[in-house]
Structures are given as C-alpha cells and as structure tokens.
C-alpha cells in the first residue's frame, strides 16, 4: 500500500514543511553570520598585529640609522685619537731623542773624565758640579 500525500491539498503539511525550511536556512544564516563575526575580529585582530609589526620595524630601522651614525661618529673619532696618539708618540720619540742628545753633550762638557789632561783641582770641581747635575738629569729622564 502506497500512501500518497498531495501537499496542494494539504495546508498543514506545507505550513510544517515550510516552517523547517525556514528554521534551517535561519539557523544557516545564523551561523554564517557567526562565522562572519568571528573572520572580522580575527581580521581586526590581524590589522592591529600588522600595525604593531610595522611600528616595530620602523622603530627598528631608526634604531639601525641612529646606531649606524652612532658607529660613523665613533670611527671618525677613533681614528682622529690614532692620528692624534701617533702625532704625540712620534713627539715624543723626538723629544726622547733631543733629550738623550743632551745628554750626551752634557756628560762630554761636565764629566770629570772627559778632560785627562785638567788639575786635581779642577776635576774635584768638575765632579762636584756633575754630582749634583746628573741625578736631577735622570730624574728629569725618567718623567
């Protein structure tokens, strides 16, 4: 036995029939607007991230230029100290050099050997005077 319904005739049915279809698709749109929310927060979510990543490197890229000056200001500066270093260190030499000088004058002219042919009185005086001289001459050497 086969039962046939015909919706045309029956009212009831095609009100109970239409009502699910209508529960469906709203319950349907129901979460596809649910989901929509959610895609827009996570996308929101995604836009504050991407503006905070851009902030960041920004930040970073001048971070990079002000150490990069940083870096050039120091390297110039480093290498004016090196010029500077080697232009008192050669002055130095020099005066080390002028100073060992004199002193070699200064023990020809005053050291009491220096003059075999001189008085014993004369070398007395001589050693005297080189006594007291050589030692402030040492010490003035070693400054």
């Known amino acids: 036995m086969v039962i046939t319904i015909n919706f045309a005739r029956c009212q009831s049915c095609k009100e109970t029939i239409a009502d699910a279809t209508h529960r469906q698709l709203y319950e349907h749109?129901?979460?596809?607007?649910?989901?929509?929310?959610v895609l827009k927060m996570q996308l929101e979510q995604e836009q504050v991230a991407k503006h905070r990543l851009l902030d960041l490197i920004a930040k970073?890229?001048?971070?990079?230029r002000q150490l990069t000056s940083l870096?050039?200001?120091?390297?110039?500066?480093?290498?004016?100290?090196?010029r500077e270093l080697t232009s008192?260190?050669?002055?130095?030499?020099?005066?080390?050099?002028?100073?060992?000088?004199?002193k070699v004058v200064l023990s020809k002219k005053l050291h009491p050997n220096s003059f075999p042919g001189a008085g014993t009185q004369?070398?007395?005086?001589?050693?005297?005077?080189?006594?007291?001289?050589?030692?402030?001459?040492?010490?003035?050497?070693k400054v």
Do not use: C
């Open 88 to 102: 008192i260190t050669s002055g130095v030499q020099t005066t080390d050099h002028k100073f060992r000088q004199m």
């Open 29 to 37: 749109l129901t979460e596809i607007e649910q989901s929509r929310k």
């Open 122 to 141: 004369e070398v007395r005086i001589r050693e005297k005077i080189f006594k007291e001289i050589w030692p402030e001459i040492e010490r003035i050497g």
């Open 60 to 64: 970073e890229a001048n971070e990079r």
């Open 71 to 82: 870096y050039e200001m120091m390297k110039a500066k480093a290498a004016d100290l090196e």
